[in-house]
């Protein structure tokens, strides 16, 4: 009689949720983190579809493959898109973009806060 071990190598994985297509499956990418030397992507159990593109997940091996492919799940959400906020302008981002557009006041504000830390904005190059 013999038994079958889950070829699983990771038990826990962090990293970042880049599609959400399949029905109640995630990809997932772990090259989130700076000590990852290579990426590498996760087919991941979802079973409630709360995960998003962009969120930052954590992930639990399965006992057993699922599918093919499927063989963790999704144990928690450790950031959703938009709830990460830029610490000098205090809005939300996703990534580099801005989630709610800037007003004229906060940049104001913005390069007020750059003056006093001494970081000059320079404007891009223009094509003449």
Same mark, same amino acid.
């Given at each position: 009689?013999?038994?079958?071990?889950?070829?699983?190598?990771?038990?826990?994985?962090?990293?970042?949720?880049?599609?959400?297509?399949?029905?109640?499956?995630?990809?997932?990418?772990?090259?989130?983190?700076?000590?990852?030397?290579?990426? /590498?992507?996760?087919?991941?159990? +979802? &079973? =409630?579809?709360?995960?998003? #593109?962009?969120?930052?997940?954590? *992930?639990?091996? $399965?006992?057993?493959?699922?599918?093919?492919?499927?063989?963790?799940?999704?144990?928690?959400?450790?950031? /959703?898109?938009?709830?990460?906020? +830029? &610490? =000098?302008?205090?809005?939300? #981002?996703?990534?580099?973009?801005? *989630?709610?557009? $800037?007003?004229?006041?906060?940049?104001?504000?913005?390069?007020?806060?750059?003056?006093?830390?001494?970081?000059?904005?320079?404007?891009?190059?223009?094509?003449?």
């Amino acid at each position: 009689m013999s038994t079958r071990q889950a070829s699983v190598h990771a038990k826990w994985i962090i990293g970042q949720v880049i599609g959400a297509k399949m029905k109640i499956i995630l990809m997932f990418s772990s090259a989130f983190l700076k000590y990852y030397n290579k990426r /590498k992507t996760y087919f991941a159990h +979802d &079973p =409630l579809e709360q995960c998003t #593109v962009g969120d930052v997940v954590l *992930l639990k091996a $399965l006992p057993e493959k699922r599918s093919k492919h499927v063989n963790h799940e999704l144990a928690e959400i450790v950031y /959703k898109v938009g709830q990460v906020v +830029d &610490p =000098l302008t205090g809005k939300r #981002v996703a990534g580099t973009q801005y *989630l709610e557009p $800037l007003t004229e006041s906060t940049e104001v504000s913005l390069m007020g806060k750059l003056e006093r830390l001494n970081i000059t904005a320079s404007s891009p190059p223009t094509a003449s």
